[in-house]
């Protein structure tokens, strides 16, 4: 039953889930509103932002709109280079972009996984029930809030398939392609899926070098043959590291742009240990393998774990399971080359218990850059993999068992098949439809209530003090309730994103947070007393840190008390049980100012400064480091002159600054490397002051000053790119032309019945 109709049946069945999954979308054109509002409030936020700036031309290296100014592009959740983001966001409308990204990253698993299951020998059927396990099972669908994450899972299967090829043919193209997929996993934004497509290639490489018939031979370069040339083997040793190191040169763009942001974030130092611990699986997740729902549908808002569920589901279907226990009896028949997706199996599930692992503690020592992963249940990406690879071998297995027993019985089989394949599609189809929550687009999107009573208005900052969002849906917790307050990214939430221009938000949920503006919204918190009421108090304390954020409206999931705020409204938000209150906050300082000195201190004194309203014009700014014996910042209120603002732009600002003597011009946007300053078009040196903001020496005089945001990790980033690029097509046009790495020969005698040649053994 291998017809040319009969696989379209096949694929017909296996496009069943996919259209059930997205029907809202496909058919209403709602959007996807995941439970803790990530979707809504930082996903579209910033692919919104992608949209705007390229479709003006430029790329979003830096946006006003967030945290006082933040690096955008340098966070890379947006994957602002992802191709396929590049391609949407420029031609069209970001919210159908959007729409039509959400559709299009399953769809991509989908068919990469297929490839690279035909690509092993896999029957029609049974490569397409793998990449249907593997594409619409839980991790996939569960982690769709982060679309970035699952744009990067797409590239894991071509990845592989490459560097299985590479290990078949030892063709150069092959490895080069396999290190542009990695590449590009790299660019859609998440690097703890990238990480792990680093980590399925080893493996890769690991196995199919041990599960030779002589294990010395490593990617078929024998070391039994004195006579063959050192630096082949040399050659073969070097492909994982080189395939890293190409992979690196391909996503410079990206990499170099993060590494220059980092060590002003929270990740400096890596993950901690009580963030690992959070987003580890644990013992209990384990029944959602078989039981996605045990403990509950979470879009009901009746998931009774603590965890964060879309981090605990390997749910790939049951008869998939079923199949993939199916082929453990196979396992000591290396001609079905079962090492390689039992060896995911088992890498990816020690690791996704985290803390609950033995090994995990030696892998965070030892493996480079684990430390920087954050969320160890993400690692069922590989266990995911791994069983979808296994369940395809299931059911080769069980098909050819039935074809030897005559003609009946392979008509059984791909009839058989073909109803595995369709129950499986019901399976995922209703797992994933109850999984996803959509929304009309008209519901969501609200307007902001007037912010008429808050005099002079003009662009301003939010801040939010919401509580842990994803338990406000459920009616059984109250709004107040006992989970410690955060502030969290709320962007717009009202139509269109209209008003994206005229506010921006001070906050730290994104996941590379500036580190000193941590530091101040902890302090704000703790100034911030519950009252027996439940409301907040809103201390002078707090008030000042406000004002030195320049936040202008709060928004709130209590009343907040204080006689220095203004009250504007409610406005209700779709998955929260009770209306949000907003309130105005008078801004009476300047967005830039004059201060005759910088002095060092350090930061718990800059933060007690700034906790008495001692900043701002009248007041010497904290410059970095330790204060010294008189390096107390003391009034400047001598400071005679004025800065003027004559331009600006996403990544520049123009100034005019009139100084009767020497002093700085101190401008309250976020500093961050990559902020170059310029004096009359002559360079200085931009500092960074009261541990966030900007400032540059001016002489005394007139003159005009320039900040303009230049991350010298995108020049040399895209140098490294086209380097990637010109060794990549070079690759191709070699192997195009014959040229091919030198194989070593295999003993036959060792290979199994009925093995024609050496790859048989791979095959």
Not at 179 to 207: D, E
Not at 558 to 587: A, H, M, N, R, T
Not at 674 to 697: C, F, H, K, N, Q
Not at 699 to 712: D, F, I, N
Request: net charge neutral; aromatic share 10%; with cysteine.
């Amino acid at each position: 039953m291998r017809s040319r109709p009969w696989t379209m049946i096949h694929l017909a069945a296996v496009l069943v889930p996919l259209v059930w999954i997205f029907a809202p979308l496909l058919f209403h054109n709602q959007f996807y509103l995941s439970e803790d509002l990530e979707t809504l409030l930082v996903q579209y936020p910033l692919h919104h932002l992608l949209g705007v700036s390229l479709d003006g031309g430029q790329l979003p290296l830096w946006t006003p709109l967030v945290s006082g100014g933040y690096p955008a592009m340098a966070e890379g959740e947006m994957g602002a280079m992802y191709p396929l983001n590049l391609l949407l966001f420029r031609h069209f409308d970001p919210f159908l972009a959007y729409q039509v990204l959400l559709l299009l990253a399953p769809l991509l698993s989908l068919v990469t996984g297929y490839a690279y299951l035909s690509y092993r020998g896999h029957s029609v059927p049974a490569a397409l029930l793998g990449a249907m396990s593997f594409a619409l099972g839980g991790f996939a669908l569960g982690h769709l809030r982060f679309l970035n994450q699952v744009q990067a899972m797409s590239m894991l299967p071509l990845c592989l398939l490459f560097v299985e090829r590479f290990l078949d043919r030892r063709r150069l193209m092959d490895a080069a392609l396999a290190a542009s997929c990695w590449a590009v996993a790299v660019l859609a934004g998440s690097y703890t899926v990238a990480w792990m497509t680093g980590a399925g290639l080893v493996i890769v490489v690991l196995v199919r070098c041990l599960e030779r018939p002589d294990p010395s031979r490593l990617i078929g370069v024998s070391l039994r043959w004195p006579r063959r040339r050192f630096h082949q083997v040399l050659q073969a040793m070097a492909f994982v590291p080189g395939a890293a190191l190409l992979t690196a040169f391909l996503a410079a763009p990206q990499i170099m742009q993060t590494w220059d942001f980092l060590p002003i974030t929270t990740l400096a130092g890596g993950v901690s240990g009580k963030d690992v611990a959070t987003t580890s699986v644990g013992i209990g997740a384990l029944v959602h393998f078989v039981l996605p729902w045990y403990h509950g549908i979470p879009a009901r808002g009746t998931y009774r774990l603590d965890d964060l569920y879309w981090e605990t589901l390997g749910y790939g279907g049951i008869l998939p399971l079923a199949l993939a226990l199916v082929s453990v009896v196979r396992l000591r028949h290396r001609g079905h080359r079962l090492a390689v997706p039992w060896a995911l199996v088992c890498v990816g599930m020690v690791l996704a218990l985290g803390v609950h692992s033995p090994l995990f503690g030696w892998a965070r020592a030892v493996l480079p850059g684990f430390a920087w992963l954050g969320v160890p249940g993400r690692f069922l990406l590989l266990v995911q993999l791994g069983l979808a690879m296994l369940a395809a071998s299931g059911l080769d297995l069980v098909a050819q068992w039935l074809a030897e027993r005559g003609e009946r019985g392979a008509w059984v089989a791909g009839v058989g098949s073909f109803a595995i394949i369709v129950g499986t599609a019901l399976d995922l189809g209703y797992h994933g439809s109850s999984l996803l929550r959509w929304m009309d687009k008209e519901a969501l999107f609200q307007k902001l209530p007037s912010t008429a009573a808050v005099p002079g208005l003009g662009p301003f900052r939010l801040l939010s003090l919401l509580d842990d969002v994803s338990r406000l849906q459920d009616h059984r917790h109250t709004v107040a309730g006992t989970e410690p307050l955060e502030l969290e990214l709320r962007a717009l939430t009202w139509p269109e994103y209209s008003l994206l221009h005229e506010m921006s938000t001070a906050s730290t949920s994104l996941p590379l947070a500036v580190a000193h503006y941590r530091l101040l919204e902890k302090r704000l918190l703790a100034a911030l007393p519950r009252r027996e009421d439940g409301s907040l108090e809103v201390t002078g304390a707090a008030l000042n840190l406000l004002y030195f954020l320049g936040v202008r409206v709060v928004s709130s999931a209590v009343p907040l008390e204080s006689g220095q705020i203004v009250f504007l409204g409610e406005v209700p938000v779709p998955g929260l049980s009770k209306p949000i209150w907003l309130y105005g906050v008078p801004d009476p300082y300047p967005r830039a100012y004059l201060a005759r000195k910088v002095k060092r201190c350090g930061p718990e004194v800059a933060v007690r400064r700034l906790e008495d309203g001692r900043f701002g014009m009248g007041w010497d700014p904290c410059g970095e480091g330790e204060a010294g014996e008189g390096d107390e910042p003391e009034s400047s209120r001598s400071v005679a002159g004025f800065p003027l603002l004559t331009g600006r732009g996403l990544t520049f600002l123009d100034y005019t600054v009139n100084l009767l003597n020497p002093g700085y011009l101190v401008v309250r946007e976020t500093y961050a490397p990559g902020w170059i300053s310029l004096v009359d078009d002559v360079e200085v040196e931009t500092m960074r002051v009261d541990l966030v903001y900007r400032a540059v020496p001016v002489p005394a005089g007139r003159h005009a000053v320039r900040m303009e945001y230049r991350p010298r990790g995108l020049s040399w980033g895209l140098a490294a790119n086209l380097v990637g690029l010109l060794f990549v097509a070079f690759s191709v046009f070699a192997s195009r032309s014959g040229v091919t790495l030198k194989r070593s020969r295999i003993d036959p005698s060792v290979l199994e019945d009925g093995a024609e040649d050496e790859d048989a053994w791979f095959r």
